[in-house]
């Protein structure tokens, strides 16, 4: 089964930011563009992901072209919490991470969502891999996600900033709405 989604970002007035994605089975591939803002170039991040039948992610691969800025970032993780690079090296600051949150896309809070399986009232507090484009330095970040019913989810940054948000879902738990940051069209 695939599925074609689209995102528009709020975050700039006017919008002119967007991502599209292909969602099969078990992978997604997206492209995404940024325009320039605060003095930074305009930029496009392709990524493709790859995660197992409990939406646990096994692989991450990332391209960036920002003109002058050119990026690439090959991630593979074992679903248990190792991470290591694309060619073999370790990343032992990952350790215990099992999702990935990539910035700037909706779809990668999806994961933890389907992951976790939470039911109205439930809440998690993980670890997960943090990727801000253009610069694809890999870090760990402390996040919250609570399920305040089948469609929304509150989540919150645990860690520096206070940012939280309740982020509106589809029947799949696949982000809809992140209110000021990104629209599903």
Do not use: K
């Amino acid at each position: 089964m695939s599925r074609h989604l689209q995102w528009r970002g709020c975050w700039q007035a006017p919008a002119a930011s967007w991502e599209t994605l292909a969602l099969g089975d078990g992978h997604a591939d997206s492209q995404l563009r940024v325009a320039a803002t605060d003095g930074q170039p305009p930029y496009q991040m392709d990524y493709r992901l790859a995660w197992d039948a409990d939406w646990r992610l096994r692989e991450a691969e990332l391209w960036v072209d920002g003109g002058h800025l050119q990026r690439h970032l090959h991630l593979l993780a074992d679903g248990q919490g190792h991470w290591r690079l694309g060619d073999g090296s370790a990343l032992a600051e990952l350790d215990g991470c099992l999702d990935i949150d990539i910035w700037p896309t909706p779809f990668t809070n999806s994961l933890p969502i389907r992951r976790l399986r939470l039911a109205a009232g439930e809440s998690a507090a993980l670890t997960v891999v943090y990727l801000e484009a253009p610069l694809l330095r890999p870090r760990p970040m402390r996040q919250g996600y609570a399920c305040l019913d089948a469609r929304h989810y509150h989540y919150r940054n645990l860690e520096g900033s206070d940012f939280q948000a309740v982020l509106a879902v589809d029947e799949s738990g696949l982000v809809l709405d992140y209110p000021g940051l990104f629209e599903r069209l």
